[in-house]
Nanobody
Framework: QVQLVESGGGSVQVGGSLRLSCTIS????????MGWFRQAPGNEREGVAA??????TTFYSDSVKGRFTISLTKNTVYLQMSSLKPEDTAMYYC????????????????????WGQGTQVTVSS
């Protein structure tokens, strides 16, 4: 069974940085895309960043573009977060998918079939 294990969450002040990591327990594991999603209390889960594992194409939500960077090495996907804002506070989830993912749906949670347990990120002013 494939497990995704996130780490790197925590509390940080506005303007600070954090790096999240997500390791896949099985390697090699053929995922078409991997991504980071977040969910704040009362909100739906939203896509933050994704990367096509084969060609490395990246996708970002407008709210994090220019501040967050997703990267991938072997069986670990990273999310470097900079210039953090209070609205970035949420539970962050790593996900992978063996399903086909079109560019238009790369940040859609519905397209991902493997999920981690989440790591909390809290940004305070």
């Amino acid at each position: 069974q494939v497990q995704l294990v996130e780490s790197g969450g925590g509390s940080v002040q506005v303007g600070g940085s954090l790096r999240l990591s997500c390791t896949i327990s099985r390697y090699p594991f053929t995922a078409n895309s991997m991504g980071w999603f977040r969910q704040a209390p009362g909100n739906e889960r939203e896509g933050v960043a994704a990367i096509y594992t084969g060609v490395g194409t990246t996708f970002y939500s407008d709210s994090v573009k220019g501040r967050f960077t997703i990267s991938l090495t072997k069986n670990t996907v990273y999310l470097q977060m900079s210039s953090l804002k209070p609205e970035d506070t949420a539970m962050y989830y790593c996900a992978a998918t063996t399903l086909a993912v079109a560019r238009a749906t790369a940040l859609s949670p519905q397209r991902y079939n493997y999920w981690g347990q989440g790591t909390q990120v809290t940004v305070s002013s």
